[in-house]
């Protein structure tokens, strides 16, 4: 599976003006996403993602790279593990 990064800022054309597509971008500019993220947060159909992904490489305004697979099954719990260490370690500073 692909993630992709923008690399610079373009200037939005139509059909690409909507906040859709600016929040997709604000989302790539800080960090990997995959088409399926990218279709999550921005509400739009992934053939639209696809489309808008298409434009963003023809224009070589996206890095891409092959996303890393967890080696675990609890890979996925990751993000919560690191939430719980932070909550744990601000209730033992109180």
């Known amino acids: 599976m692909k993630e992709y990064r923008l690399v610079a800022w373009p200037q939005l054309r139509p059909p690409f003006d909507r906040i859709a597509y600016r929040r997709m971008l604000s989302d790539m500019s800080h960090r990997h996403m995959t088409l399926a993220q990218l279709s999550e947060c921005s509400g739009l159909r992934r053939h639209d993602v696809r489309a808008f992904l298409d434009m963003l ?21 990751r993000p919560l593990g690191g939430w719980l260490r932070r909550a744990l370690a601000a209730a033992h500073l109180d």
């Open 57 to 77: 490489e023809a224009r070589h305004l996206v890095a891409q790279r092959e996303a890393a697979t967890d080696d675990s099954l609890f890979g996925s719990l």
